[in-house]
């Protein structure tokens, strides 16, 4: 038996290889980038597996969805809040059903490491009526794949595999299994099925709700939902939390303990244990998503239901072991003496060199005239510009919101309206928002920040960068004379500053793009 | 047996190599092991950690609780104080002495160094000075290793194995200049136990091995130093005065 040194979500990417997967989609984000980049990385030798990047997680969705409907295995991968891009195709995938196996790998970030909230995935599964899995190590992240992919070509449905921060990002070794071969293609001529008119759509959505008693009765067979009965203190632990709930338990232990992984939640077991007990913790890393549901809207009559909503766990953040260790009312565990000392705060920053600082110093210049100037931002390494020493923007909240929130502030009134946004980001989220404005003649400034790359999840490749990018400007129906091109380095700071003030004073959508390309990219090419 | 280690250190400073090599030594003595690490926002400059846990039986948590790490391994001084909160009451912490200044509110270095070098169980290197000397700025991760190799259980071919794997895709240069720091900082780091062992001051002690050549370091003089100098703060000074590098043969020198 081979065992390999993987990440959880490596893990996730072999097993999806062995599992048979023709192709796999996504978009670059933390926690779930690498599941992607293992796969390219390993399969591009062989070439056996589609593995490019797409434009979003939407698309990256879709064109999974045309994989399965031809036959063939697909994977599509994305962090939390890629799944609300993606959520339309996602949402409307469990109405079709599959063909070949379609499995969604969703990386949801417990704490906000790298994210601007902690929503929990587990919801989509739930809403959109489909099976769950979620490892709890990266052997059964491994594992699941296989059991996942053929899931879902048993049951025709979409089926997620859902990773946390903490496990998508830590390494064991794993067992390996011999690999599956490729399905043949072999598309799915049920027109009516995939054809959502409303009255196929009524069908199929009966066919969704219909299938739900199978999916119940697989979760509540699964070897993965493990019920043991001992004292009348139970726990119900989803995912790695069992890992921590392990951690701290004695040999000779008297709780029992329901460990889920598999979803919907096996209600049968769950019964079993709420009979048998007197008071009851629940540890997910995540929301209170199945603390709300065993405890419902008034209470479990007989059982005191403890977890996030009633403060053993903290209502926020990631679990960790001492948290757990505390919920089951253990005392903590000594530590060396050691001086509580004030510490420095080390922030991440802006690469030494990057162009992006260069931009920001110009833009910080030419908007000096007004008073308290609002910078529309978005999400990649040019957020960490609204950190000391540029603080040079003033929100982040979706991918490609910074040009749609800019053109709402216009149109409130508000001067100068600017945006700010990498040329990746821009693909992903920031064409549509741009092609409105223009064809609105709304005044606002949106700056292109063209770095020629995906950077802050490790430089992948960025769909409009250059040329392309330019001709997507053009093409939303920009006055030539607005759309403007600087190089930010810190010998054009006051051509650049100049060119800014000039857009700044134009009644009407302006672009202006300032393209160097990111010191991260040149150093691996170099390398 | 199980083993919790805290690797610290600025993003881009190499933690992840040196989890490479004890998640393979890990691997090779048949050990269980989990190792967490930081990717993404905090890489740009950041603290960034990783917890690596190792051991004969099933390792549960990803993360170390608080109380359980036996060992905190920094390739920064001032990341230790960030963690070492871990620390059970036996643990020790092997640390650069090397400040890596990216924050206009670093500490003054003595007082960071004063600070560390109170706490009983600590081995500190100048790793900068090791790498420096082995080949390459960039190897102070692998003299951070090997200032820590005695307290891991892994044997010297497993060490040197798997530095090689890790940078055989380079080149053979390579290999063979982070082979030689992980030997230096082994060295250095034996010597400044000894030091410690003879009645030498923390503080003098780091001061004085970073101020010998890193590649004639040998725990056999330490005795010498530790006589010759004493707690005599002028003795130490003339060493220091050297404008070379020092050979560490050389402590009657000065005594």
Not at chain 1, 115 to 124: A, K, V
Not at chain 1, 212 to 224: G, K, N, T, V, Y
Not at chain 1, 240 to 262: T, V
Request: charged share 20%; proline share 5%.
């Amino acid at each position: 038996m081979k065992r390999e040194i993987l990440l959880g979500d490596e893990a996730i990417g072999l097993g999806a290889i062995h599992s048979g997967m023709s192709g796999i989609y996504g978009y670059p984000g933390t926690p779930a980038t690498e599941i992607f980049e293992y796969v390219e990385r390993t399969t591009k030798k062989a070439g056996n597996v589609h593995a490019f990047w797409s434009t979003n997680e939407k698309v990256a969705y879709e064109e999974a969805l045309g994989m399965s409907w031809a036959g063939k295995r697909a994977l599509v991968c994305m962090k939390h809040v890629g799944l609300n891009v993606a959520a339309d195709a996602f949402m409307n995938s469990a109405i079709t059903g599959t063909n070949g196996g379609l499995v969604l790998a969703v990386a949801d970030d417990p704490g906000m490491h790298s994210s601007q909230n902690e929503q929990d995935s587990r919801y989509f599964a739930q809403f959109a009526l489909i099976p769950c899995f979620e490892p709890r190590n990266q052997q059964e992240a491994y594992d699941m794949m296989f059991e996942a992919f053929d899931l879902s070509e048993e049951l025709a449905l979409p089926v997620m595999v859902r990773m946390v921060t903490r496990n998508a990002h830590s390494r064991a070794a794993v067992a390996t299994r011999t690999p599956r071969a490729q399905n043949e293609l072999h598309p799915d001529k049920e027109i009516k099925k995939w054809t959502l008119l409303p009255s196929n759509a009524r069908v199929q959505y009966k066919h969704l709700t219909e299938k739900q008693p199978e999916l119940l009765r697989r979760a509540e067979d699964s070897p993965h939902n493990e019920l043991h009965l001992a004292g009348r203190s139970g726990v119900l632990v989803c995912g790695l939390a069992d890992n921590y709930l392990r951690e701290n338990l004695a040999p000779g232990h008297d709780l029992s303990i329901l460990s889920i992984r598999q979803y919907p939640l096996p209600s049968g077991k769950v019964r079993e244990l709420v009979e048998h007990v007197d008071d009851l913790l629940v540890l997910e890393d995540g929301y209170p998503l199945i603390e709300n549901m065993v405890r419902g809207l008034f209470g479990l009559e007989g059982v005191r239901v403890k977890g996030r909503m009633t403060g053993e766990i903290p209502r926020t953040g990631e679990l960790n072991p001492d948290i757990v260790r505390s919920a089951l009312g253990l005392p903590p565990l000594v530590t060396a003496h050691v001086p509580e000392t004030e510490l420095a705060n080390r922030p991440p920053a802006l690469c030494k060199g990057c162009p992006h600082t260069d931009s920001f110093r110009a833009l910080n210049e030419a908007l000096n005239t007004f008073e308290s100037p609002q910078v529309f931002s978005d999400i990649g390494c040019y957020t960490l510009a609204a950190l000391p020493p540029l603080e040079a923007v003033h929100s982040c909240v979706a991918m490609g919101a910074s040009i749609g929130m800019a053109a709402g502030a216009a149109h409130a009134g508000y001067t100068p309206a600017v945006a700010a946004i990498g040329d990746s980001t821009f693909a992903h989220g920031g064409i549509t928002p741009l092609l409105s404005a223009v064809q609105q003649h709304v005044n606002l400034n949106v700056l292109v920040l063209d770095n020629g790359t995906v950077g802050m999840t490790g430089t992948q490749r960025s769909m409009s960068t250059g040329q392309t990018l330019d001709q997507i400007i053009l093409g939303t129906g920009i006055e030539e004379e607005h759309f403007r091109i600087i190089e930010p380095t810190p010998r054009n700071h006051d051509a650049n500053v100049e060119v800014m003030r000039e857009e700044l004073a134009f009644d009407g959508p302006s672009v202006i793009v300032a393209r160097r390309e990111c010191i991260e990219a040149l150093k691996h090419q170099a390398s | 047996m199980e083993k919790n280690i805290i690797l610290a250190g600025v993003g881009g400073q190499g933690i992840l190599s040196i989890a490479f090599v004890i998640d393979n030594a890990a691997l090779d003595a048949g050990f269980h092991f989990k190792q967490a690490e930081v990717h993404g926002m905090a890489q740009r400059g950041g603290a960034v950690m990783s917890h690596l846990r190792y051991g004969d039986s099933e390792i549960y948590s990803d993360i170390i609780p608080t109380g359980r790490a036996d060992l905190i391994l920094s390739i920064e001084p001032l990341e230790v104080l960030r963690y070492w909160h871990y620390l059970q009451p036996d643990g020790w912490v092997v640390t650069s002495i090397t400040p890596y200044v990216n924050i206009p509110d670093y500490p003054e270095t003595d007082d960071l160094l004063g600070e560390l070098a109170a706490f009983d169980n600590i081995v500190m290197i100048d790793t900068a000075h090791i790498a420096k000397a082995a080949g390459n700025l960039r190897a102070q991760n692998m003299a951070v290793i090997g200032a820590a190799s005695d307290l891991l259980d892994f044997s010297d071919e497993q060490f040197l194995r798997f530095i090689e794997v890790l940078f055989a895709r380079k080149s053979e240069k390579i290999v063979a200049v982070n082979q030689r720091a992980f030997a230096f900082g082994r060295a250095a780091g034996r010597f400044f136990r000894e030091l410690v062992d003879h009645g030498m001051p923390r503080l003098a002690a780091i001061k004085l091995a970073a101020k010998l050549a890193p590649e004639t370091i040998n725990t056999e003089h330490a005795a010498a130093w530790a006589e010759a100098l004493g707690a005599d703060q002028n003795k130490l000074e003339a060493v220091l005065a050297e404008t070379e590098a020092v050979a560490c043969d050389q402590a009657a020198a000065f005594a």
